[in-house]
């Protein structure tokens, strides 16, 4: 019999520890999964359905392996959750005393020297950064872990965190003088010892891909890695198997290079002249922009950033940033000198010459093209600045040696893994072909609790004001009114955003009691808190908002989704993978780009329905989800919802009691979805 079936029983240690917990056959075939894979080390691929509960699977047989740990979430809301919530009530249930601990990217605690220096030069940017500032200092002698979330009078975001935060180049590392006190160098030594360890995907990867946080290197001392959520996990990868060097790092170079000189060798050089021409030469670098007015610093249509590949640029433009590049090289070649001949006259000094070294490495990485690598140049601007990337477009090969680097088992997890109950996408993209898979179904009864509406007819989804003409559709207004609960509108591009928040500014003034919420308008988590507590706003968000939501019960009754979730056709990356694909013979639609927005558009209906008591609709305003091959493809990835193309019955459905029979019209599937 399995070790697991008392444990998880609906009278077992697991329920008699907290509330809310039931026993889901789901749920224990995934754990007997999980602790079969750890104790064989074996890669395991799982799906979990919404509701499975696959946090508990997942910790129950990592607290009863022997060896050392690392789970790994998506993000650092997630990690404290698991960390605070299901991970102490966990242990209490099995009654083991593991030593856990939590880890965090450097930026998230705070640096006692950093703040120090900041607390002397008492030069502050805005006006609410010296009261802001005054609470971190007030915060930095009562907290015990320097963990900058539990400081709840500076919100997360406010920049005035960059002055009491330290970055890997401005780390001064064992020539600090604060460096026993250090609260990152304590959480490491904590997550060091621990048997079990929670850290999110950006500090993996960062840790896998450079090992070069300061921290030595998380993985080699794991025997397991669990990675939740783990759709997050390629994204993530990519983007830390890159390298890239921005005009906001040159420029924090020459500022502080300029501080540094002056205060400690200011009989070296002409330190303004030296830094002064590593800032022209990005004054040129941005107003080379403005010769391309489609490309201008925060003006791009696609939302606050813009991305251009090296490609796309004509051979005059090219050889045009080349020289730009090119001079930008020399500035930082000779305040590299400077810094270095006289980086032992101060620990700053030899930091910052360390610092130009590695800024002049990486400019000269992006100049060097090598067809070999499997990789694209891109520039991304924004109104922060320019940042030029070298990204790998394929990354199986690298992630497959990291896992071979050593035997150890590694379980990767999320709700939305498959397509279509296969993983293949998944697999290549990772180069997990051999890894075993599994799908744990959702508990949830899909049919009952959930309808699934493509409105027929529908205007051409491919029309930039799409969104507008959905909303314009004879019987939308209708079936926004029969919705008693919220509403999350679900935008694929920053544009559609603004034409659906135009559009709710005159719905709103009609419907009062609807609170409308608008991405941006707040920080994400503000937004969701509101949207919860008020229990029927309409929230407009893009990308950020159809993942990692969590709205149980009326207060999320629709989720509207505009159209298929197709990433942007002029991303250079993505052109990049498209003809690598191509380059193979494979049809680079089918294998890359449908699965994509799969996976996505099945996280953004994800958000409806989060227990067994909710019942929601789902509306998604694009044609080609019932009328082409590809879109039903996409559809069987979904949940099981009835499903219709007329409104009236959506309404009907709204309208109907949620305990009574379902209309007879949704018993059977709409024929105009069947293939
Ligand atoms: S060691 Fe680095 S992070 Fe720690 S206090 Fe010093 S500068 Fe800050």
Known sequence: MSPLKDLFDGSGPIARSGEGYCFRSGQLKLAEAILEALSQQQILLAEAGTGVGKTFAYLVPLMLASGKSIIST????????????????????????????????????????????????????????????????????????????????????????????????????????????????????????????????????????????GFGELLPSADHVVIDEAHALPEIATEFFSQSVSTQALSGLARDSLAVGLEHARDAASWPDLCGAVERSIMEMRSALTERPDRDIGASAAGPHSRMGWDQLSAKEQQRWTDLLQGIGVALLALREV????????????????????????????????????????????????????????????????????????????????????????????????????????P????????????????????????????????????????????????????????????????????????????????????????????????????????????????????????????????????????????????SFSALQVPEAAILLKQGVGRLIRSESDRGLVVIADRRLAETGYGRRMLRSLPNFARTREIGQAVQWLQADPHGPQPLSLTQPSPEFES
Not at 105 to 121: K, P, S
Not at 139 to 162: N, R, Y
Not at 414 to 437: M, P, V
Not at 500 to 512: F, L, V
């Open 74 to 213: 998506a993000t650092r809301h997630l990690q404290d959750q698991l960390y605070e919530r299901d991970l102490p009530r966990i242990k209490f249930a099995l009654g083991v005393s593991l030593q856990t601990a939590v880890l965090k990217g450097r930026a998230n605690y705070l640096c006692l020297y950093r703040l120090d220096r900041a607390r002397e030069q008492g030069r502050f940017q805005r006006p609410d950064d010296a009261h802001l500032f005054s609470q971190i200092v007030t915060f930095s002698g009562l907290t015990s872990t320097g963990d900058i979330a539990e400081c709840s009078a500076v919100p997360e975001q406010s920049p005035v965190w960059a002055m009491a935060t330290s970055t890997r180049e401005n780390c001064l590392g064992q020539s600090c003088p604060q460096f026993s006190e250090c609260f990152l160098i304590k959480a490491r030594q904590r997550a060091a010892e621990a048997d079990l360890l929670v850290v999110n995907h950006h500090l993996l990867c960062a840790d896998m891909a450079l090992r070069d946080e």
């Open 339 to 442: 810094l270095s001949l006289n980086a032992d006259r101060h620990a700053e000094l030899a930091r910052l010459a360390a610092f130009s070294l590695e800024l002049h490495q990486r400019l000269e990485a992006f100049q060097t093209h090598e067809p070999a690598a499997m990789d694209v140049r891109w520039m991304e601007f924004s109104r922060y600045g320019i940042t030029l990337r070298r990204t790998p477009y394929e990354i199986a090969a690298r992630f497959q040696e990291e896992i071979n680097r050593q035997p150890k088992s590694w379980i990767l997890l999320s709700a939305t893994l498959a397509i279509a109950g296969r993983f293949d996408h998944f697999q290549r993209r990772l180069g997990l072909e051999h890894a075993k898979t599994l799908i744990a179904e959702s």
């Open 444 to 587: 949830f009864d899909f049919q009952r609790q959930g309808l699934l509406l493509v409105p027929h007819p529908l205007p051409d989804p491919k029309r930039p004001d799409h969104i507008s003409q959905v909303l314009q559709q004879p019987g939308i207004l209708e079936l926004l009114e029969a919705v008693k609960g919220g509403i999350f509108l679900l935008c694929t591009s920053h544009r559609a955003v603004g034409h659906a928040s135009q559009w709710a500014t005159q719905w709103a003034a009609a419907h009062p009691q609807r609170l409308i919420l608008v991405q941006g308008q707040a920080p994400r988590p503000a937004l969701i808190e509101q949207f919860r507590s008020h229990g029927a706003a309409l929230l407009i968000g893009s990308h950020s908002f159809w993942e990692g939501v969590d709205v149980p019960g009326e207060a999320l009754s629709l989720v509207l989704i505009d159209k298929l979730p197709f990433a942007p056709p002029d991303d250079p990356v993505l052109q990049a993978r498209l003809r690598w694909c191509e380059a193979q013979g494979v049809d």
